[in-house]
T-cell receptor
Framework: ETGVTQSPTHLIKTRGQQVTLRCSSQSGHNTVSWYQQALGQGPQFIFQ???????GRGNFPPRFSGLQFPNYSSELNVNALELDDSALYLC???????????FGSGTRLTVV | DQQVKQNSPSLSVQEGRISILNCDYTNSMFDYFLWYKKYPAEGPTFLISISSIKDKNEDGRFTVFLNKSAKHLSLHIVPSQPGDSAVYFCAASSDYNDMRFGAGTRLTVKP
């Protein structure tokens, strides 16, 4: 049984560009949440997907969007990148509501 | 909105002693609380949790205490070991889904 896998591990983008981050959930997990962790801060909730539907959203603008696929893998898309988007992006999956989350190691995004 | 706060950015203790990490929250709707541990270059790892119907939960060397009236929880590690050195995050949620995290406390356990 593999854990949560995120790709890429590191990424450098230019301001104004678009980026797609990917996450493969742990086997059997149908719920995935994405978090942004800026330097020196705790993870901030971006949104959650449950069975391919968005199931909750944090205080992030619409240029942060996501997808969950039938195999429960997911993507985080960020348009019109800003310098403040530089952060560690964490994906966490769960076998269902009420169960614990397993985190991936994250994607470190740097916007220059 | 900082609904979960960890006011101590760092803590240093001697091996074998007790480590106490604190967390405060403001949202009275939170009913589930978790502690995560994070090593560099890894994602957070779940450590221990407590629901609002309890005031204590114990798992080996780790005990979490919840004081609902004070909106405060703490994580006790005893005895502390050098391998416990990591960043510890407190998290809270109202529906198991939307976890709000504190900023973390870096624990250093000295041999």
């Amino acid at each position: 049984e593999t854990g949560v896998t995120q790709s890429p591990t590191h990424l450098i983008k230019t301001r104004g560009q678009q980026v797609t981050l990917r996450c493969s959930s742990q086997s059997g997990h149908n719920t995935v949440s994405w978090y942004q962790q800026a330097l020196g801060q705790g993870p901030q909730f971006i949104f959650q997907y449950y069975r391919e539907e968005e199931n909750g959203r944090g205080n992030f603008p619409p240029r942060f969007s996501g997808l969950q696929f039938p195999n429960y893998s997911s993507e985080l898309n960020v348009n019109a990148l800003e310098l403040d988007d530089s952060a560690l992006y964490l994906c966490a999956s769960s076998p269902g509501q009420g169960a614990g989350y397993t985190f991936g190691s994250g994607t470190r995004l740097t916007v220059v | 909105d900082q609904q979960v706060k960890q006011n101590s950015p760092s803590l240093s203790v001697q091996e074998g002693r007790i480590s106490i990490l604190n967390c405060d929250y403001t949202n009275s709707m939170f009913d589930y609380f978790l502690w995560y541990k994070k090593y560099p270059a890894e994602g957070p790892t779940f450590l221990i949790s407590i629901s609002s119907i309890k005031d204590k939960n114990e798992d080996g060397r780790f005990t979490v205490f919840l004081n609902k009236s004070a909106k405060h929880l703490s994580l006790h590690i005893v005895p502390s070991q050098p391998g416990d050195s990591a960043v510890y995050f407190c998290a809270a949620s109202s529906d198991y889904n939307d976890m709000r995290f504190g900023a973390g406390t870096r624990l250093t356990v000295k041999p």
